[in-house]
């Protein structure tokens, strides 16, 4: 097997999630500098996706999530797209799970 389609294959790989994506929905992420990339400053972000087909070009150790930011009150400041290390997402994290959201209905 050729380098270039090694370095493919294993960019092409699925982000290694510590629960499936829709279990991700609705968690509320306290992400520190440094668990996202392109953004250097503290962030918290309520999840409303994670977008696992752009997640694919990371190597499976970065995912892509969109949400919403928050301000210290709770309150939605942007829509907020973000590529958060998986280590991040497996950290103990606090807000509704989806499972939660789908038995408030």
């Given at each position: 097997m050729t380098a270039t389609g090694t370095a493919f294959r294993?960019?092409?790989?699925?982000?290694?999630?510590?629960?499936?994506?829709?279990?991700?929905?609705?968690?509320?992420l306290r992400l520190a500098p440094g668990d996202c990339q392109y953004i250097?400053?503290?962030?918290?972000?309520?999840?409303?996706?994670?977008?696992?087909?752009?997640?694919l070009w990371y190597g499976g150790d970065w995912a892509?999530?969109?949400?919403?930011a928050l301000d210290a009150?709770?309150?939605?400041?942007?829509r907020t797209p973000a590529l958060v290390s998986v280590a991040a997402l497996?950290?103990?994290q606090?807000?509704?799970s989806?499972?939660?959201?789908?038995?408030?209905r």
């Amino acid at each position: 097997m050729t380098a270039t389609g090694t370095a493919f294959r294993s960019a092409c790989m699925p982000p290694r999630l510590p629960v499936p994506a829709r279990e991700l929905v609705g968690r509320v992420l306290r992400l520190a500098p440094g668990d996202c990339q392109y953004i250097d400053y503290p962030l918290t972000l309520r999840v409303a996706c994670v977008r696992v087909e752009i997640s694919l070009w990371y190597g499976g150790d970065w995912a892509w999530v969109e949400g919403d930011a928050l301000d210290a009150s709770g309150r939605v400041i942007a829509r907020t797209p973000a590529l958060v290390s998986v280590a991040a997402l497996a950290r103990p994290q606090t807000g509704p799970s989806h499972a939660d959201q789908a038995a408030a209905r």
